[in-house]
Structures are given as C-alpha cells and as structure tokens.
C-alpha cells in the first residue's frame, strides 16, 4: 500500500497499481484524507498542456516541466491537457473568453511579474503580443 495523492493535500491510501492517472505516490501506510501534510506539497506540473499531479522533485523543468504548487490538475481530458496549464485561461476560470483579455491588461498595466509571457525578464508590449498569441491560439 501507499500514501497515494490525487491532488494538493488529498491523500487515500491505495494499492500502488490503484494510484495512477492524476495522483502520485509517496511510500506509507497511513495519511489523511484531505489536509495530508505530505500530500499537500504536491502540484502540477505542465509540459504544453499536459498536467500532472507531482511533487516538486518530480517535475523535469530540463523537460519543460513548470511546477504550480498548491494546484490541482482540473478541466481537459482528465488531467493529460488541462485547462490548469492554458496560460490563455488568465484568471483561471477554466474558460477562454474576452475577460482573460482585460484580466492580462489590467494585471500587466499593474506590473505583474505573471504577465511577463515573452520570458524576457521585464514588461513590454511584446507581453501583450505574446499574451494576445496564446489568447487566440485558444486551448
Ligand atoms: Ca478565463
Ligand atoms: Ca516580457
């Protein structure tokens, strides 16, 4: 058996072939159903848009891997292209629509470092571009 996690601080105890799809697993036999300390210091890990349950150690940044802590797999084909890792989805909704838009602006006129999409290291309005390329890319 083991401490299997299926999502930020969700914890069951299962047979190691039961815990598969979006959870991993940690060797124990006992955890918490939900607030599992273990458990709760996993996150997701996007490759594109392919989402996994992971801890940090598991997520391969060399592979393109960027671990989200704290955050569930959700929408999508059941965890393998999740709206978690659409980065069009600005505010999180789990839909693409006008208000991701004006959600990106309003942050990125604020100077959010989240909105910093051309990876350049500073806000510019190649961000905008950037943001408005996903945007309409869609997920
Ligand atoms: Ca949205
Ligand atoms: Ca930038």
Do not use: E, K
Not at 60 to 80: I, L, S
Request: proline share 1%; charged share 10%; aromatic share 8%.
């Amino acid at each position: 058996m083991v401490r299997c996690c299926t999502g930020p601080g969700q914890c069951a105890v299962a047979a190691l072939w039961a815990c598969t799809g979006v959870a991993v697993y940690i060797q124990g036999s006992s955890c918490s159903a939900s607030n599992d300390s273990i458990c709760a210091q996993v996150g997701a890990c996007c490759t594109g848009l392919s989402c996994a349950t992971a801890f940090t150690s598991g997520c391969d940044a060399a592979a393109g891997g960027v671990f989200t802590p704290n955050v569930a797999c959700t929408g999508g084909g059941g965890g393998t292209q999740s709206m978690t890792c659409c980065t069009a989805d600005f505010d999180r909704n789990g839909v693409v629509a006008v208000a991701d838009l004006f959600a990106f602006l309003s942050a990125w006129l604020s100077g959010s470092a989240g909105t910093d999409y051309d990876h350049d290291g500073v806000l510019g309005v190649g961000d905008v571009l950037a943001f408005v390329g996903v945007w309409t890319a869609g997920c």
